[in-house]
């Protein structure tokens, strides 16, 4: 939106909103007595609020709309339905916003996000649940749509606020997961793995991450803290997953920041935190007391370290070699070998899809060999502007720069997505927090060869009236 407008975005929605409260108070108070719609009021006035400053609140609004669908909280079941329109609200309002101003281009990474769409709806002409197949491939497409253009305009031009709203996102996470999981003993994540996948691929690397661009000591032992809390999360939940991808991440960072000493003393503290966690809080089916036992065998030490994952795997791979071209469709099984009995022509999501283990195997599954290349492709390109950002932060000591942890998470990700399935699935939060960032950082790389990087030495200040949309009065 032009910034003159914006500044009255807010006012002029709650205007609305209120006019149209004492419509529907004088001309129909039927309304009123529905809660349902009343909340859908109260949310479409919020979306509008939001979408009036779109390039500062929209980004932050998505991904708590997605978490919250996905975590036990109030309200969840509407921000369930919610979350499509809010995503089908970002991928619209991005693209007019760029027609507008035609300063984004149109790059490989995009094409090749195009191409994956296409693979996911050819998929949907074969399946059992075609229906099923094209809704979740026109998900995709609105995920992709956002990113290419919504995502983008949220640090485009604006990398120091968004890096600083990325730390503080990432503190507050980590408290109220602590708050939650500690004090309260409360399951708010719904399992431990997803409690693993927020605190290994995002809250742990970029929380190190703030330690390390930290300007003074009171800053600098906060981070630490949150740092600290986030590596009793992740270890409590046992998920080996998204410890790996933590691991890997926090490691990278050391090396490309070529700090050594953090490295062994993040080291020396995992391993303290590790021993603090089984003794405090064991798995269920712990036994010895074990480390080891407790960690990589979760007490059944008497299995493989991946036999959880083998059965998955091999159902997964009985499905593709069923339909080994096309696949089953987009986000679909298309087959009944679990439960022995035809579904239903409008099957519910739940119904049409199960625990693959693994997210790649999972495409494959969907699409098919054939409909998998532009979903490798699209990867590769991921782990290449990766590898770039970090090769170049090394190689120049540029660790303030907001792709570095960018960077990282995606690293996490693509690791953890090989044990957990969640890349594809646009109904999940941290896939569409993770392609977004994807997307972001196609920016940042040829950008950073030649401009310089954005300084983030003033984290620490409060953030200033106009990145919150409060101007102050003229003197």
């Not at 006035?45 to 979408?51: D, E, K, M, N, Y």
């Not at 693979?119 to 290419?148: D, H, I, N, R």
């Not at 050391?254 to 590790?274: D, F, I, N, P, T």
């Not at 159902?315 to 579904?343: A, C, M, N, V």
């Amino acid at each position: 939106m032009d910034s003159r407008f914006s500044r009255l975005g807010l006012p002029m929605s709650i205007g609305l909103g209120l006019l149209l409260a004492v419509y529907l108070v004088i001309f129909r108070p039927g309304y009123l007595l529905s809660i349902e719609d009343l909340e859908l009021l109260i949310f479409l006035q919020i979306l509008v609020g939001v979408l009036w400053r779109f390039r500062a609140r929209f980004f932050p609004f998505l991904i708590i709309i997605f978490l919250g669908a996905g975590t036990d909280v109030p309200f969840q079941s509407g921000l369930i339905s919610g979350r499509w329109m809010v995503l089908g609200a970002g991928a619209v309002g991005g693209l007019l916003i760029c027609l507008r101003d035609r300063a984004r281009s149109i790059r490989e990474f995009h094409m090749v996000a195009i191409f994956c769409v296409l693979a996911a709806l050819l998929s949907a002409t074969s399946p059992e649940y075609p229906m099923q197949a094209v809704l979740k491939a026109l998900s995709l497409l609105l995920l992709f749509l956002y990113g290419s253009f919504g995502a983008r305009l949220a640090a485009a031009g604006r990398m120091e606020p968004f890096a600083s709203g990325l730390l503080l996102a990432c503190e507050g996470l980590v408290y109220l997961l602590a708050i939650a999981y500690f004090v309260f003993r409360q399951d708010v994540m719904g399992n431990p793995n997803s409690l693993g996948l927020v605190t290994g691929v995002v809250a742990l690397p970029v929380s190190l991450w703030g330690v390390l661009v930290s300007d003074t000591d009171l800053v600098r032992r906060r981070r630490v803290f949150a740092f600290l809390l986030a590596l009793l999360l992740l270890l409590s939940s046992y998920s080996r997953a998204s410890m790996a991808s933590g691991a890997i991440s926090c490691v990278l960072l050391c090396l490309v920041s070529r700090r050594y000493k953090l490295m062994m003393k993040g080291c020396a503290v995992a391993a303290v935190a590790a021993v603090l966690v089984v003794s405090l809080v064991p798995p269920v089916a712990e036994s010895s007391g074990s480390v080891s036992s407790a960690f990589l065998y979760k007490g059944h030490e008497g299995v493989g370290l991946l036999d959880s994952r083998r059965s998955v795997w091999e159902k997964t791979i009985s499905t593709i070699r069923q339909h080994p071209w096309l696949g089953t469709g987009f986000g679909t099984i298309g087959t009944t070998f679990d439960s022995g009995e035809p579904y239903g022509k409008f099957a519910s999501s739940s119904a049409i899809t199960r625990e693959h283990g693994n997210s790649y195997l999972a495409i494959v599954e969907g699409v098919g060999l054939l409909g998998g290349l532009p979903f490798l492709t699209l990867i590769l390109l991921v782990v290449i502007n990766a590898s770039r950002t970090l090769v170049r932060i090394r190689s120049t000591g540029d660790v303030r720069s907001l792709a570095f942890p960018i960077a990282l998470i995606l690293v996490a990700g693509v690791i953890n997505a090989g044990f957990e399935d969640w890349l594809f699935a646009v109904g999940n939060y941290l896939c569409v927090f993770f392609w977004s960032l994807g997307f972001i950082l196609v920016d940042l790389v040829p950008a950073e060869q030649t401009q310089p990087s954005y300084s983030v030495a003033r984290f620490d200040r409060m953030p200033r009236l106009d990145h919150l949309g409060v101007v102050p009065p003229a003197r």
